[in-house]
């Protein structure tokens, strides 16, 4: 079975064998009575915390997790026959939180459709493998990334797992190089992270949707994504490119170079805002790298910016005329609406370059094309109309001031008999 | 030619039989028009009811394609602007008159009150150019929100608001005004009605009455000029007076090209009930002053609202305009009356200071 099965094995007797709390349990008064009475901070500060968290929100105690029995006033309140534990190894964490968390039936009542799976996961986790395993203790178990007593929901905005603060909880001991050293990892994996595209859209656009380190890495289940499947996990988000990706040359070549798919362009955390600038064979793009313009993926590389260039082009021109004639005050507003067809297309043939062949960026590029002409040619037209109308008008204008004339002569003359 | 000149003869004396076209014809020869160094004011008011006609037609033409819903109003005018032949054409006119016409309507009003031709027996003619008055920055007012664009929601929203402020009965104007407690689609339902049928009903009256009282009593002259005691001169009304009057009209036309032009009417984006107002709604360049008037009341007077003193204030103000005639005693027995040419001369000042600011502060909120 191994000391996986064995410790699984161990985990789930634990499990069956702990007294799991019939319901929520009326507060710890007198654990937070004498913790916040002792004068000291090691004592008083968990009682403090406690108070806040969703825990005694939703009337669970110290006992619940600590054992021992509240409604004893003094010392006997610890008493290990009556289960007290005192503070949990590191390596009993995950079993003090799954005797509920594992629970479906008990969490149901709290919360019913919060997962029951986090030890599962976790114990699949390179933090799980490395304690179970090999008895690493200094690895994360549940209370180092939600804290030990002031957990609160990861939807709360002061939660040490809310999107905002992943990163930084997950930071706290990845980006230590102290602590990192007896792992041989880097440790840049924050600083990255905060330049990232995803960064800027949780932190700058609020999008809390998008990827911060569990989104990628899984939470309670943390491992680094396997070279030949880290394009499952970005395409988790971008569905198209890497459905495109999967089935174009590069998937099974950058397997057998051992280089990670998305990630080999696109870096890993410090994922920026892709541009066309990072196509082709010319300055910053990421092809020339592997190829030049004397081989064959060198020559589809360029062609394929082409492509991009040439749609691009052609959106702007048309786009800058329908604004010309809009502040001209011609009503090109439906024109303009159609001519999104063209931006939608761009999008597109960026998305189809993950196939890495010029047909699948030519097919959506030449409907954006076809669009972005017909709007070029609804600019001149709505141009060409505001030189008739101003031409038109003017000849009125004349028309009307030697009408204007004619009359100032005629008045002369009557005046003149008169 | 002699064939073509017994038939207009014959159709003369045709319609002569019937509606006695000699009698007209004789009037119209007699009538006369002073001429002096203040003569040019008196083609503001004919460039406004030609102004008011142009309005008219090219109304007509917009109601063909307009549709008065909250759903479809914006759409029918863009479809207008965009592929109705000349839409863009009759709106930006209709636009343009608009404005020319209050601006004219404006200035009339203010050489009549300079030139004390509002004093016996012309009264009621002031008084139903006041009346005209009311009515068109009312058609200006109604007709502003018609487009269903996101400037006219709000600034109908704002100024829907202010009515709201009227003592005692404001509540009840806002509701009757907006068709309900919000500016809604039945908001616009409802302005419509009121621009191309209330409104057109009240002008035909009082325009009919304007017109006959200034055949009836003739051009006024300043009293100024009355008191010289040299001979006056006149102008034949019928040609002489009617082609310069022309001249002024197709002046009035030219300028509409030009602006229509140069300066089309805008539609910008539709309105949206549920969106936030946009930074710096102001109301159409007439009301200018009277909102920036408002602004600048502190929140409290003695007490009670700034808004509601500054709305009281305009509802004296506009009391007063209506019984200038009356009140004006001076002018009236023939005496100067300078405390009414410098209260002339303060309210434009006023008008024209107030909206000044109103175009150029900084916009803050």
């Given amino acids: 079975m191994g000391r996986v099965g064995a410790l699984v094995c161990l985990g789930l007797v634990v499990l069956a064998t702990w007294p799991v709390p019939a319901a929520a349990q009326p507060p710890a008064e007198s654990c937070v009575a004498c913790h916040l009475e002792v004068g000291d901070d090691r004592l008083a500060t968990p009682a403090k915390e406690f108070g806040n968290s969703v825990h005694a929100a939703k009337g669970f105690g110290c006992v619940s997790c600590h054992g021992g029995d509240a409604n004893e006033a003094g010392m006997e309140a610890m008493d290990p026959a009556k289960g007290y534990i005192g503070k949990p190894d590191r390596e009993q964490i995950s079993q003090v939180c799954s005797r509920c968390h594992s629970d479906a039936r008990f969490m149901k009542r709290y919360n019913p459709a919060m997962r029951v799976d986090q030890l599962t996961e976790y114990i699949t986790s390179v933090h799980g493998r490395r304690l179970m395993e090999l008895g690493d203790d200094k690895v994360a178990t549940c209370a180092d990334c939600h804290t030990a007593h002031a957990i609160k929901p990861p939807s709360d905005p002061r939660s040490s797992v809310h999107p905002l603060r992943v990163a930084d909880t997950c930071g706290s001991c990845h980006a230590d190089a102290k602590r990192m050293e007896a792992y041989n990892i880097p440790t840049d994996q924050l600083q990255e992270y905060k330049q990232s595209v995803h960064w800027k859209m949780v932190s700058v656009k609020g999008d809390l949707s998008a990827p911060t380190c569990n989104d990628c890495h899984g939470n309670h289940g943390a491992t680094p994504p396997g070279i030949s499947w880290v394009g499952n996990v970005c395409g988790q988000c971008h569905v198209v490119q890497a459905e495109l990706f999967t089935k174009s040359a590069h998937a099974k070549i950058f397997v057998d170079l051992g280089t990670p798919g998305c990630a080999t362009c696109h870096e890993n955390h410090a994922v920026t805002r892709a541009s066309d600038d990072m196509l082709g064979l010319g300055e910053g793009a990421v092809c020339a790298g592997c190829h030049a313009l004397d081989d064959k993926g060198g020559e589809i590389a360029a062609g394929l910016r082409e492509r991009i260039d040439l749609l691009r082009g052609e959106y702007d021109k048309a786009h800058a005329i329908l604004l010309k004639a809009e502040r001209a005050g011609m009503e090109v507003s439906q024109a303009e609406f159609e001519l999104s067809g063209a931006k939608d297309a761009l999008v597109k043939a960026q998305a189809a370059v993950h196939a890495f062949t010029v047909e699948a960026v030519k097919k959506e590029a030449d409907a954006g094309l076809a669009i972005a002409a017909k709007g070029y040619e609804r600019g001149v037209q709505a141009l060409e109309d505001l030189q008739f109308r101003r031409k038109g008008l003017a000849v009125s204008v004349v028309i009307i001031l030697a009408l204007i004339g004619g009359l100032v002569v005629k008045i002369r003359q009557l005046e003149r008999k008169t | ?365």
Avoid: C
């Fill in chain 2, 1 to 365: 030619m002699g064939t073509l000149e017994q038939h207009y003869k014959k159709l003369w004396n045709w319609l002569d039989e019937r509606v006695g076209l000699a009698e007209v014809e004789k009037l119209a020869r007699k009538k006369e028009v002073p001429v002096h160094r203040h003569s040019v004011w008196y083609y503001l008011g004919g460039m406004t009811l030609f102004l008011f006609m142009i309005q008219v037609a090219t109304g007509i033409l917009l109601i063909f394609y307009y549709r008065p819903s909250a759903e479809e109003a914006f759409e029918s005018v863009k479809f207008l602007m965009a592929e109705v032949e000349f839409g863009w054409l009759i709106r930006s006119i209709h636009s343009w008159a608009a404005n020319l016409m209050i601006f004219t309507l404006f200035i009339h009003l203010f050489s009549v009150w300079l030139l004390k031709a509002y004093r016996p027996p012309r009264e009621i003619t002031w008084l139903s150019g006041i009346g005209l008055m009311g009515i068109t920055m009312a058609f200006g007012f109604t007709g502003y929100l018609l487009p269903w664009n996101e400037l006219a929601f709000f600034a109908t929203q704002v100024g829907t608001e202010i009515t709201g402020a009227v003592p005692v009965i404001g509540s009840f104007l806002l509701r009757v005004s907006r068709g309900g407690e919000e500016v809604t689609g039945a908001t616009l339902t409802r302005f419509y009605g009121i621009h191309v049928a209330v409104l057109p009903l009240l002008t035909t009256f009082l325009l009919g009455l304007h017109v006959y009282l200034v055949q009836k009593h003739g051009m006024s002259m300043p009293p100024a000029i009355e008191r010289q005691a040299n001979p006056k001169r006149v102008m034949p009304f019928v040609p002489n007076f009617m082609l310069r009057d022309v001249v002024g009209w197709l002046t009035a036309l030219a300028m509409l090209a030009a602006l229509a032009a140069y300066f089309p009417a805008e539609l910008g984006q539709k309105a949206d009930l549920f969106a936030p107002a946009p930074i710096g709604i102001k109301p159409e360049w007439y009301f200018m002053f009277m909102f920036k008037t408002l602004k600048y009341l502190p929140a409290h007077i003695l007490g009670i609202e700034g808004e509601v003193i500054g709305i009281l204030g305009f509802g004296v103000g506009g009391l007063f305009l209506l019984l200038v005639p009356f009140l004006d005693r001076r002018t009236a027995r023939g005496e100067q009356s300078h405390l009414f040419t410098w209260l002339a001369i303060a309210t434009i000042v006023f008008m024209i200071v107030l909206t000044y600011l109103g175009y150029t502060e900084v916009v803050t909120q």
